[in-house]
């Protein structure tokens, strides 16, 4: 991954830093700059992580970081900042924190921009092999978990994994994270995405434009959402998507055949039926690349570390 | 070679005209990266980089219009560009005409410089 719009102290600070591992970089103007990876959030010094403060590199200011990463054309992501964010070439997304203007109570422009939050994207082949395993397609599933462990990276190898079993997938690829912006991951050579698109538009849309089997999605949240899935499940198209949601009866307003709990990639995922009885615990460990695996809160027993698989 | 400033200045100031259309245009349908769209227009995408591509008052107009573009949403800067149209318009119709007018100008002196030259000789 690029970071070409960082300034140069944190760009060759974040070269001492396992890229495989980096998870997150956290930047807030005047404050010291703090990258989250697999195995903890730490500072970043001019070596690389160091948990002594007095050694970080303070940030100047974001706004000029976030000018950076949009290369001087605001119009390009006005849309996406009106919702907070900004997804880069190669699906980095940048969480924006500032000043919102609004107009007529909807929000139009963040200015006075103090925090962001670059989150990096993971691709693991292989890691949704388990849950695959224990589901039988085709049929509508939804994954959950808290933000953070991994959703969007399984999301983009049952892609490519139901690609490779013949089917036509489609991602609605509404923040431009699953896909990458384009070309930087590959999702199967029977997927199309369509990015930039809100899920009601976009499966309306493309159901009727492309004609897939079944639609990948991500983060469903709120009643448009739900009305996207719905739309697809009335015109007998299968929905494999990814939420937030995490409270089973908040979850079952989604309706779907199968709902899997993701702990964390490399960790363990729980597959449920339609009526959240358990079906089976199985694992997420990719066949290749770097699993990046984030402790879970509050359960020692439940910090996985790093699995390296070849 | 005595052209050749008003030249590159007519040049420039034709680069940034067109460059302006595309973006309005972009503006409207596409909205790729200014850097991108510049990529055509080579003095455009120097200005772009913070060069000076021409001096005195050109290079101030230049300068603030580079300083403005992109910084804000796409209805906002169909208004800036709208506004900007018409001096690019009248800088590259001025600009061209003063090349034109100033080249033939010192294509008739050196003609009769050599003539001159010729008849001295003769």
Known sequence: ?310 | MLSARKKERAKIFSEFYEFNENLLLNLKYEKIKLKELAKRFPSVLRALDGQEVLSGDDGAFLRDYTQNIGKTDPKSQIDYLNGRREQLERLRNESAEEYKRYSSLYVKICLLAGILVGVLLA
């Open chain 1, 1 to 310: 991954m690029e970071f070409d719009f960082l300034p140069d102290e944190i760009r060759a600070a974040l070269n001492l830093v396992d890229g495989d591992k980096l998870t997150e970089i956290r930047l807030r103007s005047g404050q010291a700059v703090i990258v989250g990876t697999t195995e903890k959030y730490c500072y970043l010094g001019r070596k690389g992580c160091t948990d002594d403060r007095e050694l970080a590199i303070v940030l100047d200011d974001a706004e000029i970081v976030l000018s950076a990463a949009m290369e001087g054309s605001v119009f390009a992501y006005t849309e996406q900042l009106r919702h907070s964010f900004i997804t880069l070439d190669g699906g980095a997304r940048i969480g924006v924190a500032g000043e919102y203007v609004t107009e007529r109570g909807e929000i139009t422009a963040i200015k006075n921009v103090t925090s962001l939050n670059i989150r990096i994207p993971h691709d693991i082949y292989g890691c949704s092999q388990g849950i695959l395993e224990n589901i039988r397609l085709p049929s509508d599933v939804i994954i959950f978990s808290r933000p953070g462990l991994g959703k969007t990276t399984l999301l983009r190898d049952i892609a490519r994994s139901i690609s490779s079993a013949g089917y036509n997938v489609l991602v609605c690829d509404e923040r431009s994270e699953i896909s990458g912006g384009g070309r930087a991951f590959d999702l199967g050579c029977r997927t199309d995405a369509v990015r930039g698109a809100d899920k009601l538009s976009c499966f309306g849309n493309a159901i009727r434009a492309m004609r897939p089997d079944f639609i990948l999605t991500d983060e469903l949240y709120g009643e448009r959402d739900r009305l996207a899935i719905e739309c697809a499940a009335r015109c007998g198209i299968n929905f494999i998507a990814s939420t937030h949601v995490c409270k089973q009866s908040d979850l079952a307003a989604f309706r779907a055949d199968y709902y899997a709990e993701l702990c964390a990639i490399g960790g363990e995922a729980i597959v449920y039926d339609k009526d959240f009885n358990i079906i089976c615990h199985c694992s997420t460990v990719g066949t290749s690349g770097n699993i990046a695996v984030r402790p879970k809160k509050g359960k020692g027993e439940d910090l996985f570390g790093i699995l390296r698989v070849q």
